[in-house]
């Protein structure tokens, strides 16, 4: 992925730094864009890294000082997570889900949008699905007995069970391809806002730190559970659309897929990680909490882009 242009002084001296040039990272960002992606460089050099930087970058103390500093300011607005009886927390998981009363995206997706504006909605989610799955893949060496097991059963499903093409991450380019985008592996970054790159640094805050591993299982459940019925309301939409078979594909596999994991994601992995490890019960959900309110936090700034006639990505 070629390094994104600046968002502010932060973010430009950071570039600057990654592309070869001389400073001091200890600096406070502009404002929510600039914190935003600022985090989301520091994070993905443990992913797929930056075209022309270094891999040594990933470890550095200085870039891992910079890191730590974006993730408690990242952090003040997540809250705590409280104590919680790990007998129930699947019925508890059921219950945040049942009460999520955030803005209905995927219903305006099935029924009202334009070409241009779900065009515009895979292209905030390719920043997401062209990785789909990795975030939450660190939590399997941080895992032991039936929590790994249930981890590991869903995940092979997202990498489409060791074959290329069933990936979820390559289904989702052939939507791509029907709206005639990029596929290069993070090539909207530059055009998202500050709360799209919030919804995928959430994932990373929790899924790099065995600290946080019940709540990066609490959000890869508050996924799981909140998936099957939008995606069918997508498939739907992108059908009304004229999308074909293939462009659909990426949908359809969650309507089905998502069905399963729900079950085995509430009960198998944090229903028995909860247990296993109960003290982290109320990280769990936490995690899921945090997960559901960052993505309304997102949809929100979508739907209200567009009831004001206006793109929701940056120019």
Not at 173 to 187: N, S
Request: with cysteine.
């Amino acid at each position: 992925m070629k390094l994104p242009s600046p968002r502010g002084s932060l973010s430009e001296r950071l570039i600057d730094i990654l592309g070869g040039g001389a400073g001091d990272l200890r600096a406070e960002p502009d404002g929510e864009d600039d914190l935003q992606l600022s985090l989301f460089i520091c994070y993905e050099l443990a992913y797929r890294g930056w075209d022309g930087v270094a891999d040594e970058w990933e470890w550095h103390p200085a870039l891992l000082g910079l890191r730590a500093a974006l993730e408690d300011r990242f952090a003040q607005r997540l809250g705590r997570p409280e104590p919680a009886d790990p007998q129930t927390v699947p019925a508890a998981l059921a219950a945040i889900v049942a009460a999520d009363d955030g803005p209905s995206l995927s219903g305006y997706l099935r029924g009202r949008s334009t070409h241009e504006q779900f065009r515009e909605f895979v292209m905030h989610r390719s920043v997401y699905h062209l990785r789909e799955a990795d975030p939450h893949t660190w939590a399997i060496p941080r895992l032991a007995g039936r929590a790994k097991a249930a981890l590991i059963e869903i995940q092979i499903d997202e990498y489409g069970g060791g074959v290329t093409g069933r990936m979820h991450q390559e289904l989702f380019k052939q939507t791509m391809t029907w709206f005639g985008l990029d596929l290069t592996y993070g090539a909207y970054v530059d055009r998202v806002p500050a709360a799209t790159l919030a919804v995928n640094n959430l994932m990373s805050y929790f899924g790099m730190h065995r600290a946080r591993r019940g709540a990066i299982l609490g959000h890869l459940t508050a996924y799981e559970m909140t998936s099957s019925l939008p995606n069918r309301a997508y498939g739907n939409g992108l059908r009304r659309l004229g999308g074909d078979a293939k462009a659909t594909a990426f949908y359809d596999e969650h309507v089905e897929a998502d069905a399963v994991h729900e079950q085995i994601a509430a009960h198998d992995l944090c229903g028995t990680f909860a247990q296993a490890e109960p003290e982290l019960a109320g990280q769990v959900l936490w995690g899921a909490r945090c997960a559901l309110a960052i993505d309304n936090l997102w949809a929100t700034g979508v739907l209200d882009a567009w009831a004001e006639g206006r793109s929701s990505l940056r120019e």
